[in-house]
């Protein structure tokens, strides 16, 4: 069974309320620090777009981004092709966007200077096609393959379309299909909810040699069943999260936190008349990305916009700024870590 299967899902579920986030603005923090933002999509997703010039106009808006990472979204797939293929237009359209960056024309950054696709890890060592035709759209922008796995007994609680399979990172199947990665030179982006940080841990002890990357710093999920749960929820991921961190080959992401499943509740234009500060953001998000950061070390941590998701709750430069408020007290070095150099490293992007 594919793990990208679509699935019935309400209109725009990420649709952004422009009006309301331009109700909040505030000075750009330390605007020189340089940044590789690596975690975006592009996306004409459902009637919302976020497309290279939306994206453009975000990492244009006043900090110093050098370079992103585009993940994959379901955008773009090929019509009528082979299903196990159909993924692949993905990363066709994103290296059109990428060559349109690397001109020059839209300024210095590099947008999508590395490109995570999806491939169906579930083909076993069938997906070596997939992978090499992925290779063969973009090059060396193509640095690795993300599957989701967000699975949970509350099943009410749904982040992407798709059917996900209950243990999908454990399946004997699926690591045959892992294991091609490594040997195209791919890592692995891995987005799941906190209970099931413990499975990633058993997959990256089972292929020490291939890069894994939790995305969303493990989603410690604050909605539906496990809202009004955060101080259990807390305990339970701090524990799998150090136990994560002991596996040399995993980084973490730090981010995520703007969307709807970790229940802060900053999304809420309703509640919130206008959007919520950096400082507020900052108290909230603190104690999660502290821990992750003392767990993993600052060389491998790096922070990410996961835009346009994380943008129902605050714009771009309100969230970087968030983001710098948490690390003021780092030294230059580990901020550097934190804010570029992890990524440039993790995914073999070149240098500035």
């Not at 992103?68 to 994103?94: I, K, N, S």
């Not at 909605?223 to 807390?234: D, P």
């Not at 992750?292 to 835009?307: K, P, T």
Request: net charge neutral; with cysteine.
């Amino acid at each position: 069974m594919s793990t990208d299967t679509p699935r019935q899902a309400p209109a725009s579920p990420h649709a952004i309320n422009t009006e309301w986030l331009a109700t909040y603005r505030e000075p750009i923090i330390d605007p020189d620090l340089p940044i590789v933002d690596p975690h975006h999509h592009l996306w004409d997703n459902r009637g919302f777009r976020y497309l290279f010039a939306d994206l453009l106009a975000d990492t244009s808006s006043g900090h110093n981004i050098r370079a992103t990472v585009f993940l994959q979204c379901r955008a773009m797939y090929r019509a009528g092709a082979d299903a196990a293929l159909a993924p692949v237009g993905e990363t066709e359209f994103v290296n059109g966007a990428a060559a349109m960056s690397a001109s020059g024309i839209y300024g210095a950054t590099r947008h999508c200077a590395g490109i995570v696709g999806f491939a169906d890890l579930l083909l076993g060592a069938g997906v070596d096609r997939v992978l090499e035709a992925h290779l063969r759209a973009a090059g060396d922008r193509f640095k690795g393959i993300r599957n989701s796995s967000t699975w949970d007994e509350d099943q009410s609680i749904v982040t992407v379309p798709g059917s996900i399979p209950r243990g999908l990172l454990l399946d004997r199947t699926f690591r045959e299909g892992f294991a091609r990665l490594g040997a195209h030179g791919l890592s692995f982006d891995a987005w799941l909810f906190h209970t099931q940080i413990a499975e990633l841990t058993d997959l990256a002890r089972a292929f020490p040699g291939t890069d894994i990357v939790l995305n969303h710093i493990g989603a410690p999920v604050g909605q539906n069943s496990y809202a009004g749960k955060r101080a259990a929820v807390f305990q339970a991921w701090r524990a799998d999260i150090d136990a994560l961190a002991k596996m040399p080959n995993a980084y973490c992401k730090l981010g995520g936190l703007g969307m709807a499943v970790m229940g802060f509740g900053f999304d809420d234009s309703q509640k919130h008349k206008t959007p919520v500060s950096s400082a507020i953001l900052a108290a909230a998000w603190q104690p999660y990305i502290e821990h992750c950061i003392a767990a993993f070390g600052v060389e491998r941590c790096m922070f990410e916009s996961n835009f346009p998701v994380d943008k129902r709750s605050c714009s771009y430069p309100v969230l970087w700024n968030a983001f710098k408020r948490i690390a003021a007290n780092y030294s230059a070095a580990e901020k550097t870590a934190l804010f570029s150099a992890t990524a440039r490293r993790v995914y073999r992007l070149p240098a500035d």
